[in-house]
Nanobody, 125 residues
Framework: QVRLAEFGGGLVEPGGSLTLSCEGS????????MAWFRQVPGKQREGIAA???????VYPDWVAGRFTISQDKFKKTFYLQMNSLQPEDTATYYC???????????????????WGKGTQVTVPS
C-alpha cells in the first residue's frame, strides 16, 4: 500500500524560503506521478507543482518561478523548494501521487488516489 508523509513545514518570515519533503513508502516508484497541493480553510485545494507520467514538470502560471519540485534518484522522496514566501502562501501543504497522471490533469485532485496528511506552512504578516 502506498503511503505518503510530508515533512518540513513551519513558520517562516516573509521573503524567506522553505523546503518541504514527501517520503513515499509501499509501491510508490518512478512510475508514479507526484504533485504538491495546498489548501487554506474554506478554499479548494490548489495544485502547486507536479511531475507527471512522462516525467514533465508542471507548474501553474501563478507560481512564477518561486516554487520548484524535484525528486531524489530513487524516486521515493520528492521535494518542494519554496522561495520568496508571503503571507498568502500560508496554508496546509499536501503531497499526492498516483499512476499515469497526464499533463492535462496535473492539478486535478481526482487523479490522485494517495495523499499525505499535510504539513502546515505559516508566513506571518
Amino acid at each position: 500500500q502506498v503511503r505518503l508523509a510530508e515533512f518540513g513545514g513551519g513558520l517562516v518570515e516573509p521573503g524567506g524560503s522553505l523546503t518541504l519533503s514527501c517520503e513515499g513508502s509501499g509501491y510508490v516508484d518512478h512510475r508514479y506521478s507526484m504533485a504538491w497541493f495546498r489548501q487554506v480553510p474554506g478554499k479548494q485545494r490548489e495544485g502547486i507543482a507536479a511531475i507527471v507520467n512522462d516525467g514533465t514538470v508542471v507548474y501553474p502560471d501563478w507560481v512564477a518561478g518561486r516554487f520548484t519540485i524535484s525528486q531524489d534518484k530513487f524516486k521515493k522522496t520528492f521535494y518542494l523548494q519554496m522561495n520568496s514566501l508571503q503571507p498568502e502562501d500560508t496554508a496546509t501543504y499536501y503531497c499526492a501521487a498516483d499512476l499515469g497522471v497526464p499533463r492535462s490533469s496535473a492539478f486535478d485532485r481526482t487523479w490522485y488516489g494517495y495523499w499525505g496528511k499535510g504539513t502546515q506552512v505559516t508566513v506571518p504578516s
